[in-house]
């Protein structure tokens, strides 16, 4: 029997294993009036040593283009003007496709196949093509995504959203290997280099576990000094917690709770501290906000690099982007005046 985290129940282990293709609920997942989060990629194959995941999910699946093109073509038609596109390995979309995958791919529509392959990027180049939607945005990324091809193509997009989230969860190089992360801090921030040369106003976010098995002060503190480095604009920070049937689990030097809670606390304030220098530095410049909802007096919404601006108007302004000037940043939120008016 295994676990599933996203459904909450107990599945055999055939279910997960024996699974071969995406599993199609043919609805997506609505969040706000004016974003739909569209699920194109399932399980995962990295069995990284602290995650239950591949066990509760299975191996990759990836769903099929036309699946994904038609759902979001008709939600476009609904007003939907950003999508925010997820899976549970999301780069691992499409390495899954055989060449029976790839033919029937191109005899289902004109779809962008390159070097017989259908990837990711492939996906957000058809995507990019639907007229109605404004925004394509990028759920949690695995470092190894991010090569001079992939940037390079993605630049070329002019709907997607200069935000990244590029899952570190640690910043020292012997931390990443316990914890079998397929990639080290070099090869991390090669790819941060890349996004910021090819997107000028550029948010990078990440998630960290702080107390995994074996971190010592010392490797503690080398993730300390690289988060300062890179500086993110925001980081989640996690304390590390044991999950049933994992390698982590089991290993030696299991960090006590009252370090973890000093160290997250260490982490947290470097987020808050960097998240402030990025807002301060959008005073007085325009940007342009999708908003979603109405707060008290205020409209409010998120810029392509995903401040949230806040803006009173006497108009409805919900699911319309604006044209706004940034006055000010309180709570970590941007304050602005409209400009279309």
Avoid: W
Wanted: proline letters at 2%.
């Amino acid at each position: 029997m295994k676990y599933d985290i996203e459904t909450n129940c107990i599945l055999q282990v055939s279910d997960v294993e024996n699974q071969k293709e995406f599993l199609d609920f043919g609805a997506v997942t609505f969040t706000e009036k004016t974003r739909a989060v569209i699920k194109v990629q399932d399980g995962c194959n990295q069995f990284c040593s602290y995650c239950i995941i591949p066990y509760a999910r299975g191996r990759i699946r990836s769903r099929k283009p036309k699946s994904v093109i038609d759902e979001i073509s008709k939600i476009s038609k609904q007003g939907i003007k950003e999508v925010v596109i997820t899976g549970i390995h999301l780069a691992s979309y499409g390495k899954d496709f055989s060449e029976t995958d790839i033919k029937e791919i191109a005899e289902s529509g004109h779809f962008n196949i390159t070097n017989n392959q259908y990837k990711l990027i492939n996906l957000l180049e058809d995507i990019q093509q639907i007229d109605e939607i404004k925004r394509i945005r990028l759920g949690s990324l695995e470092p190894t995504l991010i090569t001079e091809e992939f940037v390079q193509r993605l630049s070329k997009l002019s709907k997607i959203c200069d935000q990244f989230h590029l899952s570190l969860q640690s910043g020292c190089n012997e931390t990443l290997k316990r914890m079998n992360r397929k990639y080290s801090t070099e090869e991390f921030e090669k790819g941060v280099n890349l996004l910021r040369h090819a997107f000028k106003n550029v948010h990078l976010t990440t998630d960290i576990i702080v107390g995994f098995p074996g971190e010592t002060q010392e490797e503690f503190e080398i993730t300390y000094e690289f988060l300062k480095r890179i500086k993110f604009y925001k980081m989640h920070v996690f304390k590390y917690s044991p999950r049933k049937g994992t390698i982590a689990e089991k290993m030696p030097n299991q960090v006590d709770g009252n370090i973890k809670e000093e160290r997250s606390k260490r982490l947290i304030e470097i987020s808050n501290e960097s998240e402030k220098y990025y807002q301060e530095k959008y005073i007085g410049k325009q940007v342009d906000v999708l908003i979603e909802d109405r707060e008290g007096e205020y409209f409010r919404g998120h810029t392509t690099n995903y401040m949230v601006v806040k803006v009173k108007s006497d108009e409805n302004l919900e699911n319309t982007i604006q044209k706004v000037q940034v006055i000010n940043s309180e709570n970590l939120e941007l304050i602005g005046t409209n400009l279309d008016f």
